[in-house]
RNA sequence: GGAGGAGUACCCAAGUGGCCAAAGGGGGCAGACUGUAAAUCUGUUAGCUCAGCUUUCGAUGGUUCAAAUCCAUCCUCCUCCA
C-alpha cells in the first residue's frame, strides 16, 4: 500500500498529537504498514458532540492513510462510568439508556467512516465485559495492576480529594481489558483518545505487552479547548451536538462563525480537511479580515458534519440575516397557525410559544432592555401586540439580541 | 461501628429569629463600543395577573406573631478513628 506522507506528520503538523507512548516507533510503524487501532466511546448521551468530533477527525485522517479503525462503543465501561477528568461521580446509567446511546452512536459513526469490506470496524465492549466473571477477571487482569500506582495517576488526582468509588476506580482495568481483547482479536496495536484518557491507555499498552509480551502503542491527542484553556463546544444548552435534531445545522455554523479570533487556526487545523498552507494564510488573517476565515471554518465544519446541503443553507441564512440582504427561506424558525398567532399576540406569549425566552419574566426584561425586535423594529412596551398587518407573506421575523433570529410563518 | 463537619438560587459562597427572594464572585442574558471576535463598561439573573402576590435555603414534622436561621426525625456527602 503506497503511502506518500506519513498520516504521523500529518496529525502532528495539525496539532492533534498530545502525548504519544513511543514517539519514533509509532512513526515508523505507521508509515510502513497498515496499522489497526481504536478509540473508544463512551454511550453516554444520545449524540456525539464535538469533543467526539476530533477524535472521529483523527479517525478520518488515519483511514485515509491507509489504516484500519476500530470504533468501540462503550456500552459496557458506561455502565461503570470514567472518573478521568471528573470532579464527581457520575450517575449511573441505566441498561436501557445505555443501549439506546450506544445505538445512536453506530449510526454516526457511520457517516464518517468508511465500515465497507472490513475497512472500519465497530464493536461494543458490552460483547465481552458484561459476562465477565469476576474471580476470574481479577486473577487474569488484576495481578497486573499496581494500586499504589494507579493511585499516583494524573486522572484520579481530583478525585481523591473528592471521593472515588471502587467502581469507578475500575474504569481503567476495564478499558485496559478492552485494549487486551482487540489486540487478541483484531491485532489491534494503537489505541488513540483524548488526552484524558492518557492514563487508561497507558493501561491497556502495558497490560498487552505483561500479558502477550506484544508491542501496544497509546497515542493522544489535545482536547477542544479554546485560547483560554476552557473546554470548546459548550453552549448555553449544553454540548454542542452532531446530531441535527439536537443542535440544528444553522447554530452549529454560527458557533463556529463566531469562535474566538484567537482559536480559528486551530479550529481550521483540527476540524477541516484544508491544506495546511491554507488554514495558516487564513488563520493569520488579522482584524476584520479574520472573518473571512471564520466563514471558511464554519462552512467546511459544517459541511462535514451535515453535509454540503446543510451548510450550505446555513451559509445562505447567515448571509441573508447578517448582511443586511432579505429574508431567506432557509432561516431559522417555526410555523404555527392563525389561531396560534391571535392567541398569543402579546409580545411575550409569543416568545414563550417559539421557546426563546424561559419565562415570561425573562421576556420582560428582553424588553425593558431593548432586545427584542419585531421586523427589525425595537420593542420598547411589554404589552406589545402582534398585528396581521406584521405578517408579510405570512410570516415575521423576531430578533432576540444581536444573533437570534427566528422566523415565524402563519399557515391557515 | 465510633467521633466530628457539611448540605443555601445555574455553579462557588455569605447569611445563625423579623430590615432575606437571600451579600459577594463566576457563569448566563440584554445594552453601549465593535468585526456576528476579544477586552471593557452598564443593566439584569425564582415564578406570576410585577410598586402586589405566590413558591424557594437537603427532606418531613414541630416551636414562634414571625424560621435559611431554633427543636425532632430522616436522607446525602466529607474528614478522622476502627
Redesign the pocket.
Known sequence: MPMSVNVYDILKERGFIAQTTHEDEIREMLGKEPVTFYIGFDPTADSLHVGHFIQIMVMMHMQRAGHRPIALVGGGTAMVGDPSGRTD?RKMMTLDTIRHNAESFKKQLSRFLDFSEGKAIMVNNADWLLDLNYVEFLREIGVHFSVNRMLTAECFKSR??????FLEFNYMLMQSYDFLMLYRKYNCKMQLGGDDQWSNILGGAELIRRVEGGSAYGMTFALLTTS?GKKMGK??AGALWLDPAKTSPYDF??YW????????MKCLALLTFLPMDEVRRLGSL??????E???VL?YEVTKLVHGQEEADKA?AA??A???GGGVGAEVPGSTISMDQFRENANI??ML?LLGL??????????I??????VNDE?IDDIGHTLAEDDLKDGSLMI??????YHKVTVKG
Not at 481523591?160 to 468509588?165: A, D, F, I, V
Open positions: 461521580m481523591l480529594e473528592r471521593g472515588l468509588s483560554e453552549t448555553e455554523y454560527q462563525r463566531n469562535v474566538d479570533d484567537a482559536d480559528v488579522k482584524d476584520e479580515k479574520i472573518n476565515a471564520k466563514k464554519a451559509k447567515a448571509e440575516l447578517f448582511g411575550i406569549d414563550l425566552i424561559p419565562s415570561k419574566g425573562e421576556g420582560r426584561r428582553l425593558q432592555q431593548g432586545g427584542i425586535y425595537r430578533r432576540k439580541g444581536k444573533k437570534v
